[in-house]
């Protein structure tokens, strides 16, 4: 049977599939607080009334609400019930000193008893709330989710990144149910990749005969990232043995040792190898050998680096003889020849083939049946079976055999929107609104998915099965034992790398006029040191103030000799202790500090804005239209940075904003557009100093750090925050802010322990819970003439 026919015959089943399914309907996130009974007239027209009147609703009133905020319509006590997002806005501001401003007389003592009766009644308004965990619509799987869970679930190695379009991304990350869409392009995408991957995953069909890539230095066709290492961005068309050859021109003396070669994919070590240096063969009358490696290369596209490790010689040698044949060995060349034929069959068959499918049927319908389990993450039904074993019967009509018809079903169980999605079903049909536990299978992928970005393991199914997952101390265990592993790293290259905005190092071009350091190892390193930053307080538990200003910091030699930090020798990352106070921290990271600066210079607003948001979880409202540029060529030359922003925050409409974020961007001056220590910016001197609204102020970034540690409460509140949208793939709203300020409560008495945060997380309502979707009556004819369509 030709591939299009069965790709056609999948694609018409897939229909089907989509046809029959119940997804749930529009995401909504967790309803207000119903209105309690108002506060009492009185005590709210004594202790709030005069602090909004004479204070607040000069600026903020309907004909000048300045900062888009209008303290007129809060004047009501009822509004404490009914206007909940905007009193939890005037509480933060008035908490944090940002209001008033200064230059206007307050009371601070009329202040702090006006946020005290104001959260003494939203207190006694929560404790008086319906339970609302929200809901989650049915949440497709992003680009990340479905590389890990093929691997997970196969063994195969598939690059969605490159080969899906882009996620759309929403509240900061893209794993925000309502906005992950399926288009005709991806679904034409997914078709072809369940072909791909099942064919590869049982390796049925055979391979093409080999052919050479050759990535020579004289081609330029590799690049040399230092004296001893060339690096090569090579498609390898078909999983398989692989022989790559490295060309080595050059001699060393005769007493010069053995060097270890290593080869390196996708900044993955696959092999080390020791080579002689000392003179060999010739030629075309010039010294030069070869050495090679065999192994197994994925197919995909994949940076190859080779290099010598720990390569002594070189460092005594100058700049001029490295590449002098007489004087040196070197790598100048890499060969790829193949496939061939694996010795091995690839662990993903044994993963399928859980039986000899040829003993019989029992035997197959044991493979699809499990195949389905661990692809929809949970117990699947004979019908669902029945419709899978179709497609091996459909195979075997047309001559094929069952091990190929099991790679067909297979195709169909990776294009299912039972594989796709994570469905939650509403338990109740009674009550479509009621708020009911989610299934243990469905925790156990909100748990996977949450912590590896990826499918639940067997461990984990086995506890949903069993019905044990939430038994008393399971749940906790399963985190931990999660964290534990390896494919916890998904909380770094997901979470942080969004949160933090480090996904933006693969789009920023500084301009290589002003930054000639820029190259891209100077990025991946950037990239390395956050990652790890992240990874090692996640799994030592470290205090979450170590974010803000950590002694400490992941380094290699080419990031250390930016940081200007001495005795960091060779390319691997370590630990390494920071002795002075010019970096600590996230903010003093050239990953953080190069996402946040334009090509050409750096940016205090936008580094201010990026402090206020990821940091302080207080983003500014957008700027208003017509916003004047700054004059580019004045930077450094007539005018500096502060002086010019200056002049621009002289317009009463900018100060407001610019008041909050300009001072923390100035915090920021002493790193230039890519995070290198300056004390000069062009002709002027860099001043850091700043003051903020509530009055604190610094004169350099280490002392605005401190600043900044004395708002941990507010900090810890931002990435709890961040850490339920990721884990639960919404928005937040009212009910949520109860939840995420006793999780700050609890990791305030706990000295702010990191995993606290992911454990609590794992623990609250929204995380374990959900509330149903109320389906009118109309809609719930139209469900039902569905239905009879479909039958």
């Known amino acids: 049977m030709r591939a299009t026919s069965q790709r056609l015959t999948i694609a018409v089943s897939v229909a089907g599939f989509l046809a029959a399914a119940q997804l749930p309907g529009p995401a909504t996130k967790p309803q207000p607080a119903p209105a309690a009974k108002a506060a009492p007239t009185a005590d709210f027209a004594k202790v709030v009334t005069p602090v909004l009147s004479k204070t607040c609703t000069p600026c903020h009133n309907s004909g000048m609400a300045s900062g888009g905020f209008d303290a007129d319509h809060f004047l009501d006590p009822a509004t404490i019930s009914t206007q909940r997002d905007g009193w939890d806005r005037i509480l933060m501001k008035l908490r944090n000193g940002e209001m008033p401003p200064r230059g206007i007389p307050k009371s601070q003592v009329a202040i702090d008893n006006l946020v005290h009766y104001v959260q003494s009644a939203v207190d006694r308004i929560d404790s008086t709330a319906k339970p609302d965990p929200g809901r989650v619509v049915a949440h497709r799987l992003n680009r990340t989710e479905y590389t890990n869970t093929i691997r997970d679930l196969l063994g195969v190695e598939f690059q969605a990144q490159k080969d899906f379009p882009t996620d759309d991304s929403g509240e900061g990350f893209d794993n925000i149910a309502e906005i992950l869409t399926i288009s005709p392009v991806l679904m034409e995408k997914y078709l072809a990749a369940a072909e791909r991957i099942a064919s590869r995953a049982l390796a049925a069909d055979p391979l093409p005969k080999p052919i050479q890539a050759d990535y020579a230095a004289k081609e330029k066709r590799i690049r040399r990232l230092d004296r001893s290492t060339i690096e090569a961005t090579h498609r390898v068309e078909f999983d398989g043995d692989y022989t790559v050859r490295f060309a080595l021109p050059g001699e060393r003396p005769k007493d010069a040792k053995p060097v270890q070669l290593a080869f390196w994919m996708d900044g993955k070590l696959l092999a080390t190898k020791l080579v002689e240096t000392k003179p060999s063969g010739l030629v075309y009358f010039e010294p030069y050998s070869e050495e090679e490696m065999r192994l197994f290369l994925p197919e995909g596209d994949h940076i190859f680096r080779a290099g010598f490790v720990n390569d002594d010689f070189v460092k005594d040698l100058d700049a001029k003889s490295i590449y002098k044949k007489k004087l040196n060995k070197y790598l100048d060349g890499m060969l790829f020849i193949g496939p061939f034929q694996p010795k091995e069959p690839p662990a993903s068959r044994a993963k399928i083939l859980i039986c000899d499918p040829n003993t019989g049927a029992a035997c197959v319908d044991k493979i699809v049946t499990n195949l389905a389990r661990r692809a929809y993450r949970r117990p699947v039904t004979r019908p669902e079976v029945a419709s899978l074993l179709k497609f091996i019967t459909l195979a075997k009509q047309h001559g094929q055999s069952t091990e190929q018809g099991i790679q067909l079903a297979l195709q169909a169980i990776l294009v299912s929107p039972n594989f796709l999605f994570h469905i939650e079903r509403d338990s109740n049909p009674t009550d479509p609104n009621a708020v009911h536990p989610i299934s243990d299978f469905e925790l156990a992928s909100r748990l996977s998915y949450f912590l590896w970005s990826s499918m639940p393991d067997d461990p984990l199914l086995a506890l949903a099965d069993a019905g044990k997952l939430r038994a008393p101390g399971v749940l906790d265990a399963q985190v931990k034992r999660m964290l534990d592993d390896p494919r916890s790293s998904a909380l770094a290259d997901s979470f942080a790398a969004q949160w933090l905005e480090i996904r933006n190092l693969d789009v920023v071009k500084p301009d290589p006029q002003k930054f000639p350091d820029w190259n891209p190892e100077l990025r991946d390193a950037m990239r390395t040191e956050t990652s790890m930053f992240f990874d090692y307080v996640l799994r030592q538990n470290r205090p979450m103030a170590d974010f803000l200003d950590a002694r400490y910091t992941f380094l290699n030699d080419r990031l250390a000799k930016h940081y200007g930090i001495e005795g960091v020798v060779g390319p691997e990352f370590r630990k390494v202790e920071l002795t002075n106070d010019q970096r600590g921290g996230i903010l003093s990271q050239a990953s953080v500090l190069t996402v946040s600066s334009y090509p050409t210079r750096t940016s205090v607003v936008i580094r201010g804005k990026y402090v206020l948001q990821e940091i302080l979880g207080a983003p500014p409202p957008p700027p208003p239209p017509d916003v004047p540029p700054l004059d580019e060529a004045a930077v450094g030359t007539s005018l500096s940075l502060r ?72 900090f810890t509140h931002c990435v709890i925050e961040k850490l339920m949208i990721y884990a639960l793939g919404r928005g937040m709203a009212t009910p949520d802010r109860r939840v995420i300020d006793g999780i700050g409560q609890k990791l305030a008495a706990q000295g702010y322990p990191f995993q606290t945060a992911i454990y609590e997380v794992v623990r609250s309502m929204p995380f374990q819970m959900r509330r149903g979707e109320l389906v009118s009556s109309d809609k719930q004819t139209k469900a039902k003439a569905k239905e009879i369509a479909h039958r």
């Open 643 to 714: 002086q010019q922003m200056e002049k621009h925050r002289a317009n009463a409409v900018c100060a407001s904003c610019h008041s909050k974020m300009d001072p923390l961007g100035f915090g920021l001056e002493n790193y230039d557009g890519i995070g290198k220590w300056r004390t000069m910016d062009g002709k002027f001197p860099v001043d850091s100093s700043g003051v903020l609204p509530n009055g604190k102020s610094f004169t350099t970034p280490a002392e605005m750090r401190a600043v900044l540690k004395s708002q941990l409460p507010q």
